[in-house]
């Protein structure tokens, strides 16, 4: 890494933890300092030592249209011309709510809050308060943010409820969340039969893309929902990455299953802090002021938020882009697995839509268990490489790469050219 990065890391390490504010991005998993970056357009980024890369982080999977897009950069600055934040409604909360009820198929209703784990956490409160219910179930290897209910591993089977995730999550609390294989129906089935009446609700990624991108079998999220419906509990379908991602209406719309609510994230705030639950209306009139389920946020809704989670959802609404998205997705796929078969490297290449992952092994990923057995160590190799290549992956195995509307062709052939000295020097 660039001497002034090395400075910035140095520096940085003395006043936050770990020298960065969001874990992964001190790059721990690919033993490397992270580049401290400057400034990004497009699909690049630049860094402080004037290093250039074709970004596949896309800050995690809100940057769908590309960094400084003008229509975004144009709605925040018209907006902070106005102030930046009044604790006050706004017509945007409305015009925003508006298009997300119009955009996706299962939400009556809907909650601003400024984080996607703000919006899981909110869910997850919002299903006991309206069931009245405590257990939750989840699914190893999807993260749904740090909320304390959500931090929690899987015990040694159905009959041990959920253990702590993490140092300063009370077991008492880990107890009634139960984290289950996921793909895996029989499970599911037999958790319901264990604990049916006592279950709020089921909270599953519908893609999930925190152990790297994973497709759901044919049947399995169908599964759930009939599952849930029949004993009364809600289904939560968390949308952070795949809501406006896979599709306009997220996961929810490219497989026709309509979740009880839904959480949101990421894309919906054009890279300024946004998060939302929403889902059908019996539900979401539970929550404060108009019922008793208790969610607040300071800068919930706030405007600057709105413009530019507004500015992207206006481009994106139509669904025109998603088609040239999975176009330069196959393309950059494809052009990824024919590299690593012709340097003789075993791969698998999970993708849906814009967002996909490598996994280095040659057996199918379709759980955690098998995105934990692929090979950390060529993962590491691989990373390194092709960020010397000028190509910025996420420093773990258990992320996806996300394209966005501003790779074009040359860029996603320099990739495939990068990816393949890269494979090639495994
Ligand atoms: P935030 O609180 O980070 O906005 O969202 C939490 C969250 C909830 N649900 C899903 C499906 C998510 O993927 C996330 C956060 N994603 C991670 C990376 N996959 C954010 C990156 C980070 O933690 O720095």
């Known amino acids: 890494m660039g001497e002034r990065s090395r400075l910035l890391f140095e520096k940085a390490k003395k006043y936050i933890p770990g020298g960065v504010n969001s874990p992964v991005r001190a790059c721990k998993a690919v ?16 860094d ?34 106005n102030g930046t934040s009044y604790g006050a409604p706004t017509e945007l909360e409305v015009e925003m709510a508006e298009t997300i009820v119009e955009m996706v198929p299962s939400i009556d209703m809907v909650r601003m809050v400024n984080s996607g784990t703000e919006a899981t956490m909110s869910a997850i409160r919002l299903a006991r308060g309206y069931t009245g219910r405590e257990e939750i179930i989840k699914f190893d290897g999807c993260y749904h943010g740090h909320a304390d209910s959500l931090l929690v591993s899987a015990g040694s089977g159905i009959a041990t409820l959920g253990i702590p995730g993490s140092p300063g999550v009370p077991p008492d609390l880990a107890r009634h969340t139960l984290s289950l294989p996921f793909n ?34 044919m049947g399995f999220l169908r599964g759930l929902r009939e599952i849930t419906a029949a004993h009364d509990t809600l289904l939560i379908f968390d949308e952070v990455i795949s809501g406006f991602r896979v599709a306009p209406g997220g996961a929810q719309e490219l497989y026709g299953i309509t979740p009880d609510l839904t959480c949101l994230g990421k894309i919906i705030g054009g890279g300024l802090p946004v998060g939302a639950y929403g889902g059908r209306r019996e539900i979401m009139i ?15 809704g706030n405007p600057l938020a ?58 199918e ?12 160590q060529r993962f ?13 992956l996420a420093p ?23 990816a393949a000295a890269a494979l090639g020097s495994l």
């Open 31 to 46: 033993d490397m300092d992270p580049p401290f970056i400057t400034e990004a357009r497009g699909c690049l980024l630049k």
């Open 48 to 81: 402080a030592d004037g290093n250039e890369y074709i970004d596949y982080v896309c800050s995690w999977g809100p940057m769908i249209l590309g960094h400084a897009r003008p229509e975004v950069v144009r709605a925040i600055e018209n907006s902070a011309r």
């Open 184 to 217: 895996d129906l029989d499970t599911v089935k037999e958790a319901f039969q264990e604990f049916g009446t006592r279950i709020a609700a089921v909270i599953v990624e519908p893609i999930p893309a925190n152990m790297g991108v994973i497709i759901p079998d």
């Open 286 to 300: 539970k929550v404060a002021p108009e019922g008793e389920v208790y969610q607040a946020g300071t800068l919930s």
């Open 306 to 363: 709105m413009a530019a989670g507004l500015a992207t959802l206006r481009i994106l609404k139509d669904g025109g882009i998603y088609s040239e998205l999975e176009r330069k997705a196959v393309k950059l796929f494809s052009g990824i697995k024919d590299a690593a078969s012709k340097a003789g490297v075993d791969v698998r290449i999970n993708r849906v839509a814009s967002m996909g992952s490598l996994y280095f092994t040659s057996t």
């Open 365 to 376: 990923v379709r759980d955690f268990q098998g995105a934990k057995s692929s090979d950390a």
């Open 380 to 392: 590491k190799i691989y990373y390194r490489r092709m960020i010397q290549e000028g190509i910025y």
């Open 396 to 418: 773990s195995p258990f992320e996806a790469m996300f394209v966005s509307a501003a790779h074009d062709d040359e860029m996603i052939e320099k990739t495939i050219n990068a």
